[in-house]
């Protein structure tokens, strides 16, 4: 057997014994009694879920994109990953970057899954040509593992520098939506209606903010619990001066104190927050600069002054 077919042979066998050690930890899983009667709720509740969440089938790729989600919903409730605790996690993270389907958090481990397998089977095929682990079939299985468990993570950070974008847009717009709120409170509108209006006048503007609140909104027209819905959207946001915004609020209407001036207070001191943060990022831009400038601007520069009087020597030169 050439070395060639050999080093193929030996990569097959190592995903064979990825994917057979995967197989028996689901098995082990999903066998005995507890694991037959998770099994059967993770079906009754996916099942439950499919039924409930709409589904466009209008176009072809609207289809073709829901019966994927689907699928992956499909598998992703059916794989013994990760416990309820750390499904939990994962969903508050899905809610926070925006994704709040029933259906998020089993595609999100489904392709947290996927991916894993994906940079797996890459690893073990290039693996070969490495050329300190090559030589080694043990140093490729471990490299085969470590990349499958990097894979599985990736998404998740992903997800995470998503949130965090998404928190940064919702931060830069928050001291307009105080200062609107300060106006339609003054106007002598009740707290979900201000609050409705703020999401309608931030829909062209920031349109995760205005989810928010018009989520809000709705929660506090058809609960009318006001603690739990301002705590939501808290929860869902997770910012230092939207939890200070819920204090505020609450305060105010636990205590009967006027809800304007603690807006108004509120709106004073983020405005000048970001207005400080602004300083912060403007007083770093000077020395940012530096290494730019002196890479690309700093040879032209030089080759521009001192240019010609290089020519001017080599031809002192030359003609001698």
Partial sequence: MSPARFETLLDLLMLLALFGVLALWWATKRGGTRGRIADRAREAALSQRLDSSPVDVEGSDSGLRAQLVRR?????????????????????????????????VPVLVAVKFLFGIVCATLAVMLGSHIPAV????????????????????VPEYVLAL???????????????????????????????????????????????????????????????????????LAERID?????????????????????????????????????????????????????????????AVVVIAAGPAVIQVLEFFAKK
Avoid: W
């Fill in 72 to 104: 992956l919903a499909t598998l992703g409730d059916r794989l013994p990953l990760f416990d309820a605790k750390y499904r939990e996690d994962l969903g508050r993270q899905m809610v926070r970057g925006g994704y709040r389907g029933k259906l998020a």
């Fill in 134 to 153: 090559g030589r080694f079939p043990a140093a490729r299985g471990i490299l085969m593992v470590f990349v499958f468990i990097v894979g599985m993570i």
């Fill in 162 to 232: 998503r949130a965090q974008r998404r928190r940064r847009a919702m931060a830069a717009c928050l001291p307009d939506a105080l200062d609107l709120l300060v106006i339609c409170t003054n106007a002598g509108n009740s707290l979900a209606v201000s609050i409705r209006r703020v999401a309608d006048e931030l829909s062209s503007i920031c349109a995760p903010l205005s989810e928010e609140f018009s989520l809000t909104a709705d929660e506090l027209k058809l609960s009318g619990d006001s603690a739990r819905a301002l705590n939501g």
């Fill in 239 to 299: 910012l230092p001066s939207i939890r200070a915004l819920i204090s505020a609020l609450t305060q105010s209407m636990r205590y009967g104190t006027p809800i304007t001036q603690a807006l108004r207070t509120l709106s004073r001191t983020e405005r000048l927050a970001h207005i400080v943060s602004l300083e912060e990022k403007a007083a770093k831009l000077a020395p940012k600069m530096v290494l730019p400038m002196m890479v690309f601007i700093l040879p």
